[in-house]
Each structure stands twice: as C-alpha cells, then as structure tokens.
C-alpha cells in the first residue's frame, strides 16, 4: 500500500500542476493553423482570374484559349470533393508540376483556394 501513495505523491506528480499555465498558454498557437487553415476564398479571386484562368474555366473569366489539354473547370473541381478532395488538391498545388511549373503558391495561397472551391461548390 505504501507504495502506492509513494506513486502518487512522488516528483511526477508535483511537477504536473506547473504544466497546466504552459499548456492553456501554448493552445492558441496549436488552433492558429486550424483557423488559417479555413482560407479566405475573396483573397484569392485575383490569382484565379490572372493565373489560374489562362487554362482553367472559371467564374467572371473569359474561356482560356488552350490547346492541347484539358484542364477541369473550377466548376467541375468544386463540384466533386470525392475525386478533388482537399487533401488531394493541397498535395497537387505544394510542389511545381506539369504544366504548371511557374505556378508557386504560398501555403496561405492554398488555404484561399481551397475556401474558393469550398465556396463554389456550396460547401
């Protein structure tokens, strides 16, 4: 029995109270990321019609002028989280890829155009 009063009251314990000031301290850096990672999808409307539309079917854009591909309408992405999920999309936009090699966004970039698709989709 002793021992287990010894447990519980031994150096493990007393130091666990002085921990709760620097956890409640340290939360809202850990939700921070969780909130910025909602986006801004009115942010982000510039990059779309300047960039994203040389090639892609968007909203309040004229029709690209590609040929060659056929890259999916924002519409279409929007549309089908099953096939674009976010996950998926964030991955695709990290890194430069074919044919989209210039295209280089920020991890807030990302954030907004995933809010974009969200909001066009209705989601």
Known sequence: MKTATTARSGPGRAGRPALLPILLAALPAV???????EGDPDA?????????ARCHLVPDAPAPEVEGMAPPPFS??????????????????????????????????????LAYFRALGGR
């Open 31 to 37: 939700l921070a990321p969780a909130a910025a990672a």
């Open 76 to 113: 279409e992405i929007a549309a089908n989280p099953r096939i674009y999920s976010e996950t998926r999309l964030r991955s695709f936009l990290q890194r430069p890829h074919w044919p989209m090699q210039a295209l280089i966004l920020s991890p807030r970039d990302i954030d907004d155009l």
């Open 44 to 52: 982000v409307r510039g990059l779309v019609v300047d960039r994203c």
